[in-house]
């Protein structure tokens, strides 16, 4: 079973930190850690692995940071660009039955609920 993580969560409040901030404002890694209270070695585990992943933009340098990459983005992507597919079931391991496909139904009822859960970056 691969369950919501912890860092999955972190992902989506440092996202949603970084979705308020205009197009041109980037963020220090120290004030993102500061302001969601997740440690500084923790918030740039995640960051270095959604700008990976293309969701996030990295700045080098003294002047570096952190800005949201995409315009929007759901709970769901985020959650699995962080630790991969969530399961309810692993439908592989189990014989089909009324039981599976209650919790296969239940599974994609999740899934389509986190992908209607947007962040949408501040325009302006």
């Known amino acids: 079973m691969n369950l919501i993580r912890k860092e ?10 970084l979705s ?5 404002k980037i963020i220090k890694l120290k004030e993102i850690s500061e302001t969601e209270n997740i440690s500084v070695h923790f918030t740039a585990k995640i960051l270095r692995n959604l700008s990976r ?4 933009n990295s700045f080098q340098g003294s002047q570096g940071g952190y800005s ?23 439908y592989k391991k189990f014989k089909s039955n009324e039981i599976i496909e209650n919790l296969l139904k239940t599974q994609e ?3 389509k609920h986190l992908n209607s859960i947007e962040i949408q970056k501040n325009t302006k």
């Open 20 to 24: 308020t901030f205009p197009d041109n």
């Open 109 to 111: 009822l999740c899934v």
């Open 8 to 17: 999955s969560e972190y992902a989506i409040r440092i996202l949603k930190l």
């Open 53 to 56: 992943k293309k969701i996030v």
């Open 68 to 90: 949201l990459k995409r315009k929007k983005i759901t709970y769901y992507e985020i959650i699995k660009a962080i630790q991969g597919e969530i399961y309810i079931v692993n």
